[in-house]
């Protein structure tokens, strides 16, 4: 006789709390760099234009695109490096507390 407390292998297991809110963590980091990667790069190329490049150093309209849109890739790249250090931060911590389990 089978005992009623074993599951068929097929059986859909409850969901793992701890899991779902390392998921929604992961989300929540997703989307805040994905805010950032759009907001940060054009708002420092719009800013540097006008402000630094053409109001403080007195370069004219063709220069200041030139050296805005270098400000804009290097913030991206800046963001995208901080996204890595905080994602492999967040898995390393979720690995050491899953073998602790």
Do not use: C
């Not at 109001?55 to 063709?62: L, V």
């Amino acid at each position: 006789m089978e005992s009623l407390d074993k599951r068929a292998p097929n059986a859909v297991q409850p969901p793992d709390l701890r899991n779902e809110s390392s998921l929604a963590s992961t989300l929540k980091t997703l989307l805040f760099f994905t805010a950032l990667m759009i907001t940060v790069p054009v708002g420092l190329y719009f800013t540097t234009k006008s402000y630094v490049f053409e109001g403080a150093f007195g370069m004219s309209n063709r220069d200041s695109y030139f050296y805005a849109a270098i400000v804009a890739v290097v913030a991206v790249h800046v963001v995208f490096a901080l996204f890595l250090y905080v994602a492999w931060n967040e898995g390393s911590r979720q690995w050491r507390e899953g073998k602790q389990d």
